[in-house]
């Protein structure tokens, strides 16, 4: 499948615009993401309908806490990333190329998916997850025009890391995003995942002018990220810059890959949440159990309106419009 968002040159070289690496690809050779492949000055999405994981999920998996909590959606992934994290949960396939791949993928087609999708009544739509999704952007946004057309919701769980013009192409169509915002400084991006941090940013902002509905995951690893200081920056520029009810989820990090640090510790977590509650109104702690720790609190009048244990979601005191019931302060976007 010819590639979307790329230039050609006279010495057979394309550029690849889809992400800000922006990489420069002699004749047979692949990007960063080793999926996207100059062949003969045509620029090729290999992984075009390559799924090498597909199955339905919580909506509280990707995670989205504030987006038609309790449902589920059909989640799927495919190969490659243009990060190369050195702590990545999901490097057998985010770290493979087609050719390397030691699993084989299934084949799918946007209509299959879409079949996919609506074979449950209970099912909200499709998410593209797993891998990063901008790396097989040519079938996600195939297959989202679809569900969109169904009357289904599409979810990018994504790195951020998204040039704007195909990020704006993906916002006629996305209904929800949950961005890794990876830490808070140049140097953890260039060092640990061979990136950087304005154009995520960049992409976060632009999301939420979109108007979609937005969350930010950060997984925190010690030593690296875990700095007080710094995170209470990137909760202060999150509220000024995204505003007060972007959700943030404080993950707990395990050695994974190619990281070997020991685990955050839960002291620090609880740190950094009060933290954070200092700028925004809705933070959640990952891979941490807490007694309330998931659970969500109307952020005007303090009533307890939906619980959370695991992936399992309790109503509470929540409306059908997504209000509190006690006082109407409207809390979910999406109910």
Same mark, same amino acid.
């Given at each position: 499948?010819?590639?979307?968002?790329?230039?050609?040159?006279?010495?057979?070289?394309?550029?690849?615009?889809?992400?800000?690496?922006?990489?420069?690809?002699?004749?047979?050779?692949?990007?960063?993401?080793?999926?996207?492949?100059? $062949?003969?000055?045509?620029?090729?999405? $290999?992984?075009?309908?390559?799924?090498?994981?597909?199955?339905?999920?919580?909506?509280?998996?990707?995670?989205?806490?504030?987006?038609?909590?309790?449902?589920?959606?059909?989640?799927?992934?495919?190969?490659?990333?243009?990060?190369?994290?050195?702590?990545?949960?999901?490097?057998?396939?985010?770290?493979?190329?087609?050719?390397?791949?030691?699993?084989?993928?299934?084949?799918?087609?946007?209509?299959?998916?879409? $079949?996919?999708?609506?074979?449950?009544?209970?099912?909200?739509?499709?998410?593209?997850?797993?891998?990063?999704?901008? #790396?097989?952007?040519?079938?996600?946004?195939?297959?989202?025009?679809?569900?969109?057309?169904?009357?289904?919701?599409? #979810?990018?769980?994504?790195?951020?890391?998204?040039?704007?013009?195909?990020?704006?192409?993906?916002?006629?169509?996305?209904?929800?995003?949950?961005?890794?915002?990876?830490?808070?400084?140049?140097?953890?991006?260039?060092?640990?995942?061979?990136?950087?941090?304005?154009?995520?940013? $960049?992409?976060?902002?632009?999301?939420?002018?979109?108007?979609?509905?937005?969350?930010?995951?950060?997984?925190?690893?010690?030593?690296?990220?875990?700095?007080?200081?710094?995170?209470?920056?990137?909760?202060?520029?999150?509220?000024?810059?995204?505003?007060?009810?972007?959700?943030?989820?404080?993950?707990?990090?395990?050695?994974?890959?190619?990281?070997?640090?020991?685990?955050?510790?839960?002291?620090?977590?609880?740190?950094?949440?009060?933290?954070?509650?200092?700028?925004?109104?809705?933070?959640?702690?990952?891979?941490?159990?807490?007694?309330?720790?998931?659970?969500?609190?109307?952020?005007?009048?303090?009533?307890?309106?939906?619980?959370?244990?695991?992936?399992?979601?309790?109503?509470?005191?929540?409306?059908?419009?997504?209000?509190?019931?006690?006082?109407?302060?409207?809390?979910?976007?999406?109910?």
């Amino acid at each position: 499948m010819e590639a979307l968002f790329y230039t050609k040159s006279d010495e057979g070289k394309v550029t690849c615009r889809l992400c800000p690496h922006n990489c420069s690809i002699v004749n047979s050779k692949k990007g960063i993401c080793q999926v996207r492949k100059n $062949e003969d000055g045509i620029l090729i999405s $290999e992984n075009y309908g390559k799924i090498s994981s597909i199955g339905f999920d919580p909506i509280e998996k990707k995670p989205l806490y504030h987006f038609y909590p309790g449902s589920e959606i059909l989640s799927i992934g495919s190969l490659g990333c243009n990060l190369q994290c050195q702590f990545c949960q999901n490097y057998q396939i985010s770290q493979s190329s087609v050719d390397s791949f030691e699993r084989n993928c299934t084949t799918y087609s946007p209509d299959k998916i879409k $079949e996919l999708a609506l074979s449950r009544t209970k099912n909200i739509g499709v998410a593209y997850t797993y891998n990063e999704p901008t #790396v097989f952007f040519e079938f996600m946004i195939d297959t989202a025009r679809l569900i969109k057309s169904a009357g289904l919701k599409n #979810v990018m769980v994504t790195n951020g890391f998204i040039n704007s013009e195909p990020l704006n192409e993906l916002n006629k169509y996305i209904d929800a995003y949950n961005v890794d915002l990876k830490a808070f400084n140049i140097d953890f991006f260039k060092k640990q995942t061979k990136s950087t941090l304005e154009p995520v940013k $960049e992409a976060l902002i632009n999301i939420k002018k979109a108007g979609k509905h937005l969350e930010i995951t950060n997984l925190v690893i010690p030593t690296l990220n875990d700095s007080e200081s710094e995170f209470d920056s990137m909760c202060r520029w999150i509220a000024n810059n995204l505003g007060k009810d972007v959700v943030l989820h404080i993950s707990r990090y395990f050695p994974t890959y190619k990281m070997t640090i020991d685990q955050t510790s839960v002291n620090q977590m609880i740190k950094l949440v009060e933290i954070a509650k200092k700028y925004l109104d809705f933070v959640y702690l990952g891979n941490v159990m807490l007694d309330n720790g998931n659970n969500t609190f109307c952020n005007s009048c303090n009533e307890l309106l939906i619980s959370r244990s695991g992936y399992f979601t309790k109503n509470i005191s929540v409306d059908k419009s997504g209000n509190c019931s006690k006082c109407g302060n409207k809390v979910f976007n999406y109910f």
